[in-house]
């Protein structure tokens, strides 16, 4: 076994040989251009002249009193242009696809923010941009849909297996293979094979250095605990790994519990599944006693995934990072307190990392700090919200 | 009776004729398209006269395939076919008289949750001789390729027409039995004409190694086949048969017998 492109055991790329010389183009122009300080220089202009970089850091006032503990602080990805931190590997891939003169972008999207980032930032450029969308994921997140059509870009419903997430990859990876010659994948997440999890995570680290500096400004120190959601887990290792060297500082990544991890309808690779391979990695993964794939259960679209990212894996199994389950009911009842104690409507995705925040918080106390990643906003849920109705707190 | 494992099929590809078409590999998902029916299509695929068989064990998500393979693999699935049945099935074909040699196809997912050790001792077991993973690269394939080794079967890898030569020669060193040459880049499924990619992956084969060349992805027809005489020693037809299958009206068994014969440019009697 090869050691590149490996956090751990974790890792590796298991994809069809058609696809080996594109992986290896790929890792040899992500080092040429992350070592390129015009590239650099490019993105930065950007991250902060057009995704509204950098983000702030938000002092959840009421919300923290209501819990009577440790201070909830927000990193607020949800302001980032598009509604979410996608937006920060969507500009850096796709600035990367136009160095190696790709001329096509594909991507997979499962809430739709991804899709809407990577579609936005084709417009941008004039790139032709195809994105996989399972069937059950456009129902629900019909909103994204329209506007990645407004953006130009081409929606491809995938109608195989569970219509989610892992079927729009399947479908993705299928296209990449066919005409790997003129196009980029922009894969969404800290998933897939190498060097996908290393380039994501580089796009996406901006967020905990950004949280870390501000920390350091406005408290003089470091927070006490910082949460994120994870489904493939990208703004959970963009805001983690700032932080990996501070071993004081915690580290809690939040699955999606679903329906109750004792039901089996849920998306908790980390909790509930084994090592395995998908899409090209290998990593944590919900599967059956004969290696076959399960399908999974999220109200969050963004989290129904049955895998997660390889470095994950990783820190999990050296105990750097917690990782801990929300079920779709506690996560809509974080939505609604948002709303209405804070004036934030946050993404169904972001509210499973608020409930276990607050949680956190009560459990630490006063005197201490909490900093949650808000990865995107909620606009895109309020058809699921409505559909469920209430307020939140008369779910049990 | 030929040795099992690797050297059966190099006693089948010794024995065709040189320079001639190419022989003719069928590829059958296991367990369609019902439970019962991949022992008697192997079986049928022998009668009209195959150099070897491919057996596709199917995965909940098969990266490789197109919707044909894909749809054949989660029939199958939703019939309750699982790895060690379909292993069984290659058992159950050889007790009743199957001596071609047979490739096991599947992706590395399954064979990791039955353990690589034992995913090839059950494979030895049940008369199998070779296994291709489209989704292991030779970066990843070291440990099954040992496990296979050990047990006498033939690890059987992918090259692609974006594989550099230099690569191509890598790739056949770890070969055994066969190197499978894709034909497309793409997923499988039949497709209207060999490209010229294709025909240069090939010599480009033989430019590093003098093992067997099977040409999958895409094979269909009998003119293509004709169109690959010394281009190749066997071509690999899936996603046509299955299709020829799926459309039904006969028998599984005497429609693969048909469709091979075809292939073969062979009339019933050949």
Redesign the interface.
């Known amino acids: 076994?090869?050691t590149?492109g490996r956090f751990g055991i974790y890792g590796?790329?298991?994809?069809?040989?058609?696809?080996?010389?594109?992986l290896e183009e790929l890792e040899v122009a992500m080092n040429e251009a992350l070592a390129d300080p015009v590239f650099i220089a490019e993105l930065d202009g950007w991250l902060y002249d057009y995704a509204g970089r950098p983000t702030p850091l938000t002092l959840a006032r009421r919300l923290t009193e209501a819990c009577g503990g440790a201070e909830i602080w927000l990193k607020r990805e949800d302001l980032v242009h598009t509604g979410a931190h996608k937006l920060n590997n969507a500009l850096g891939q796709v600035l990367l696809a136009r160095r190696m003169g790709k001329t096509r972008i594909i991507a997979e999207t499962g809430a739709g923010q991804h899709g809407v980032a990577t579609a936005t930032v084709c417009a941008c450029f004039g790139l032709e941009c195809v994105v996989y969308m399972g069937r059950e994921d456009i129902r629900r997140q019909a909103l994204n849909v329209y506007k990645m059509g407004l953006l130009g870009a081409e929606v491809r419903p995938v109608d195989?297996?569970s219509k989610t997430l892992?079927d729009a990859t399947?479908e993705a990876?299928?296209d990449w293979?066919?005409?790997?010659?003129n196009t980029h994948y922009v894969i969404g997440s800290v998933v897939g094979p190498h060097p996908y999890p290393t380039l994501v995570k580089r796009f996406q680290r901006v967020i905990g250095d950004e949280a870390r500096r501000q920390a350091l400004q406005r408290w003089g120190e470091l927070p006490d605990s910082v949460v994120a959601c994870v489904g493939g887990g990208s703004n959970a290792i963009g805001i983690f790994t700032a932080f990996l060297e501070d071993e004081d500082v915690e580290l809690l990544g939040v699955e999606a519990a679903g329906r109750g991890i004792e039901t089996g309808e849920h998306a908790a690779s980390l909790e509930a599944g084994r090592?395995?391979?998908?899409?090209?990695a290998y990593s944590y993964?919900l599967?059956d006693?004969?290696?076959?794939?399960r399908e999974t259960h999220s109200i969050s679209a963004g989290l129904d995934y049955p895998g997660v990212g390889p470095e994950h894996a990783a820190l999990r199994d050296a105990e750097r990072a917690r990782y801990v389950t929300c079920t779709d009911n506690e996560a809509l009842r974080a939505f609604h307190r948002l709303c209405r104690m804070e004036g934030i409507i946050p993404a169904l995705e972001s509210s499973h990392a608020l409930a276990v925040a607050e949680r956190r918080a009560r459990e630490l106390g006063p005197g201490h700090r909490v900093l949650v990643c808000l990865s995107g906003r909620g606009d895109k849920d309020i058809d699921t919200v409505r559909a469920v109705g209430g307020t939140g707190e008369e779910m049990t | 009776m030929t040795a099992a494992g690797a050297g059966r099929f190099e006693a089948a590809f010794a024995a065709r004729a040189a320079g001639g078409r190419p022989g003719i590999i069928p590829y059958v998902t296991a367990g369609f398209p019902g439970p019962g029916d991949t022992a008697p299509l192997l079986l049928a695929c022998q009668r009209a006269g195959s150099l070897a068989a491919e057996v596709g064990i199917p995965?909940?998500?098969?990266?490789?395939d197109?919707p044909t393979i894909?749809n054949a693999g989660?029939r199958a699935?939703e019939q309750g076919m699982?790895?060690?049945r379909a292993i069984s099935q290659v058992a159950q074909a050889r007790d009743a008289g199957l001596t071609i040699p047979v490739a096991a196809m599947t992706?590395?997912?399954?064979?990791?949750?039955?353990g690589v050790e034992a995913f090839a001792a059950a494979c030895a077991a049940a008369g199998i001789d070779g296994v291709i993973v489209?989704?292991?690269?030779v970066?990843?394939a070291?440990?099954l390729a040992a496990s296979l080794g050990a047990h006498g079967l033939a690890h059987i890898?992918?090259?692609?027409?974006?594989?550099?030569t230099s690569?191509v020669a890598r790739?056949a060193a770890t070969a055994a039995g066969f190197v499978y040459c894709?034909s497309?880049?793409?997923?499988t499924g039949a497709r209207a004409s060999v490209s010229p990619a294709a025909l240069d992956l090939l010599e480009r084969v033989r430019s590093v190694t003098a093992l067997p060349r099977a040409l999958g992805f895409g094979i269909s027809r009998p003119e293509h086949v004709e169109a690959l005489a010394r281009h190749c020693e066997a071509v690999v037809v899936g996603s046509a048969l299955l299709d020829a299958i799926a459309s039904g009206g006969d028998d599984p068994g005497v429609i693969a017998e048909r469709f091979v014969r075809e292939l073969r440019g062979v009339g019933a009697a050949g």
């Open positions: 076994m090869t590149a590796g790329a298991f994809v069809p040989e058609t696809l080996v010389p594109a195989s297996g892992k399947n990876i299928r293979v066919t005409n790997v010659e090592p395995g391979v998908l899409h090209g993964l599967q006693a004969h290696g076959q794939v | 995965f909940s998500d098969p990266l490789a197109g894909q989660w699935l699982t790895p060690a992706y590395i997912n399954p064979v990791l949750a039955m489209p989704d292991l690269p970066e990843e070291a440990g890898p992918l090259v692609a027409p974006t594989t550099p690569r790739v894709v497309v880049t793409g997923t």
